[in-house]
């Protein structure tokens, strides 16, 4: 089946609408980063850059590390940005851009999400890698596709909804884990938890600035959720699109995070940089080393 013009949009160059990449530029190993400035930190890592593309918050480079061939890439802040990055990697692998067909064999791509969060236990100090395990989409994305029950554990959904009273006016959440590649690949050097994946920084995350909060014991009920051996560990931005997305499109998809917040202890630490460039250069070692 032709893919129209309307629904994927290719530029005259051959490359991706958003992205502005062209399919031989992507690497079966992906690096996601939210700011475009730690693209160029993750290439100080690199050697035989072979590209660099830039537009608006995507920018990506594809070079090598340990003579194994990776694409970091940016994605600005947000699931839906996350949304736009997974669909256009997945065509960029998966979709002849000529003919504009499903190409007959299927390309499954490594997609690692390198970012920071907010951790809401006390015993998960600031600067500790989180894997999340399971990211908790309260953003509604997923929502959209078809399917999405296939995807989502919906037990641990209906113990959540239940446990924290979740506002009928909201989103259902869903929950998506990542996958077993990813998983094991970090299962020695992370915690482990469920992770909530919120769409905002703010009222979303539990935080009061001048509005109040139509939840508003929502810190203490996600702090207090179990689900067997599972607990809710911290907060981030993306991580439920991709691992939304990836288990869709059959990707391997991963988000780790280190803390630089504790809204359990109401700390925080704005000089982070040092934590980010070290979990890029585990994350280089662990995923490609």
């Known amino acids: ?13 051959g490359s991706a609408f958003h992205l502005h990449m062209k399919p031989e530029q992507l690497a079966d190993d992906v ?9 160029d ?45 997974m669909t256009e990697l997945d065509a960029l692998a998966n979709i002849d851009f000529n003919t504009r067909e499903i190409k007959p064999e299927h390309r499954t791509l490594n997609i690692l999400r390198i970012g ?35 995807i989502s554990d919906l037990k641990m959904e209906k113990a959540f909804c ?22 094991q690949k970090f299962a020695d ?22 509005i109040p909060l139509a939840m508003p014991d929502m810190l203490e009920d996600f702090e207090s959720f179990h689900y067997g051996d599972y607990r809710i560990v911290n907060f981030e931005m993306e991580g439920s699109a991709l691992a939304g997305l990836a288990r869709h499109l059959g990707h391997n998809g991963g988000t780790v995070c280190c ?6 202890l109401k700390s925080s630490n704005t000089d982070y940089q040092p934590y980010v460039e070290g979990l890029i250069k585990l994350s280089l070692e662990k995923l490609l080393g």
């Open 189 to 210: 050097c992370t915690v482990p938890g469920l992770t909530i994946s919120a769409s905002g920084f703010y009222g979303p995350q539990g935080r009061v600035v001048r």
């Open 31 to 39: 690096i996601l980063v939210g700011d475009p400035a730690r693209v």
């Open 116 to 150: 920071t969060c907010g951790s809401i236990q006390a015993d998960v100090p600031l600067g500790a890698n989180v894997f999340s395990v399971y990211s908790i989409g309260c953003d509604g994305l997923i929502n959209w596709y078809a399917d999405r029950d296939k």
């Open 41 to 85: 930190i993750i290439a100080k890592y690199l050697q035989n850059i072979e590209c660099r593309n830039a537009s608006r918050e995507f920018v990506s480079i594809t070079g090598t590390y340990n003579s194994k061939r990776v694409t970091a890439l940016s994605t600005g802040i947000g699931t839906d940005n996350l949304d736009i990055v």
């Open 259 to 264: 803390a630089i917040a504790n809204r359990y």
């Open 1 to 13: 089946m032709r893919i129209p013009e309307s629904e994927l949009i290719i530029h005259s160059d």
């Open 162 to 183: 239940k446990h924290v009273k979740w506002n009928k006016h909201l989103p259902s959440p869903y929950f998506v884990k990542a996958s077993d590649y990813m998983i």
